[in-house]
Every structure is written in structure tokens, then in C-alpha cells.
């Protein structure tokens, strides 16, 4: 069986990422990485579905225990993905997806060169903010933290393979679904499949 494909997805916080990864995930073959956290749950939030939630401590124990692929700090906290479940599910022929910051993700390309990077980007830099807003689960000091943020990190768009505009939910879905699938099709991923024509 071929290894399934690692798929890192950045996108500044309040471009819908969520939403569009929850779209995405309605397919089966995908595994949604778990990732660990220091920050507090916010409201509705489960330990073990969204995140695993852990101590300053025992993130610090992961990883000196070189239990996470990568790890970063984000708005004061840490961040990192647990490194077993992402290599058994990839053995597995599973599609992960590890939705990460920037950071993280310029790490996961130096790991793992193989991985495709994906960035999902706001219409523009205001909807960004008023969908921030809507939420309503932050402050405005910490909106206006976040929005300062998320420009460095568009900055960081040109580093990655694909870019996908969430405007539309149903096309930037259908985007990232023919992202996979065209990216499965290349050459350096599908040797075997020349090979087998020729008989070799
Ligand atoms: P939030 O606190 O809004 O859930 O996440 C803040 C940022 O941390 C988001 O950009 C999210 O993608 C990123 N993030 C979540 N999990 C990880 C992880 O395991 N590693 C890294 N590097 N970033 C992560």
C-alpha cells in the first residue's frame, strides 16, 4: 500500500480555515492531526477533538521526549503536533492533514521535503478582521494582535506550493479536493505508475 499524502495547511486565524477543513474531512480518506496545546480551551472546545490540551510541563516533556514532528510558539503559547498518530495513519495509506502556523510549517518542510503546503487567504485583510469579530471569542487587544499577525504570515504565502482564496466556501473546498488529487498525479509521486505501463 503507498503511503497517503502529508498535507500542511496554514491560514491566519479567522480566514475559516475551520470551516473549510470540516467541509474537507467529510471525506474519509483525510485524518485531521490532533495537535497539542498550552492554550486554554475556548468555549465548546474539546480535549482530544480540537486539541489535546496539556501543561506548559508536560508540553515541555513531549517535546524533550521527541514526541512532536514540530513545535511553535503562537501568541504566548505552545503549539506542536504529536508525531506517532501522524506516521501511523500516513503508513496507513490516510491523508493527513496538519492544520499548523507558518512556523511549524517551514519546519515540517525542512523534516519532511515530500509534504505539500497549502495557504488559505482571506478575500482581504479587513474581511479577516470583521470575520474575527463576528466570533467573538477574543478581545479587541487580542484581534488587534492577531490581525498585525496575520499579515506577517500572508507574508509567508509565497513559501508554500498552492494558495486558495476562501470568498466562496463551496469552491475553496472543491479547490483544495483538486489540490490532492493533482498533486497525487505528479511525476515524483507517481513513478510507479510509469513503471508499470513499461512493464519495468
Ligand atoms: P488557535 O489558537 O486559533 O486554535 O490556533 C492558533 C494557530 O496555531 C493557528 O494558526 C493554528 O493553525 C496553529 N496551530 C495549531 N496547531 C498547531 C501545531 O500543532 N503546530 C503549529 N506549529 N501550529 C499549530
Redesign the pocket.
Known amino acids: 500500500m503507498s503511503k497517503g499524502l502529508l498535507i500542511v495547511v496554514?491560514?491566519?486565524?479567522g480566514c475559516g480555515?475551520g470551516t473549510v477543513l470540516a467541509e474537507v474531512l467529510k471525506n474519509d480518506n483525510f485524518y485531521y492531526?490532533v495537535?497539542?496545546?498550552t492554550?486554554a480551551p475556548?468555549e465548546g472546545e474539546v480535549d482530544g477533538v480540537?486539541?489535546h490540551f496539556l501543561t506548559k510541563e508536560k508540553f515541555e516533556e513531549l517535546i524533550a521526549t521527541g514526541g512532536?514532528l514540530?513545535?511553535?510558539q503562537?501568541?504566548g503559547?505552545y503549539?506542536?503536533?504529536p508525531k506517532k498518530a501522524v506516521e501511523d495513519k500516513l503508513c496507513e495509506g490516510r491523508d493527513v492533514i496538519?492544520?499548523?502556523?507558518v512556523?511549524?510549517?517551514m519546519?515540517i518542510k525542512e523534516a519532511c521535503p515530500e509534504a505539500v503546503f497549502i495557504f488559505i487567504l482571506p478575500p482581504s485583510v479587513d474581511t479577516l478582521k470583521q470575520r474575527l469579530e463576528k466570533r467573538g471569542t477574543e478581545t479587541a487587544e487580542v484581534i488587534e494582535k492577531r490581525v498585525s499577525e496575520a499579515r506577517g504570515?500572508i507574508e509567508k504565502a509565497y513559501n508554500y506550493d498552492y494558495v486558495i482564496v476562501n470568498d466562496d466556501l463551496n469552491e475553496a473546498v472543491s479547490d483544495f479536493i483538486k489540490v490532492v488529487e493533482a498533486e497525487k498525479l505528479t511525476v515524483r509521486r507517481s513513478r510507479q505508475l510509469i513503471d508499470n505501463v513499461l512493464g519495468k
Open positions: 496554514s491560514a491566519p486565524s480555515k492531526s495537535s497539542a496545546t492554550r475556548r480540537n486539541y512532536v514540530e513545535y511553535a503562537y501568541c503559547n503549539y506542536g503536533t496538519l492544520e499548523i502556523e512556523q511549524g510549517a519546519k504570515e
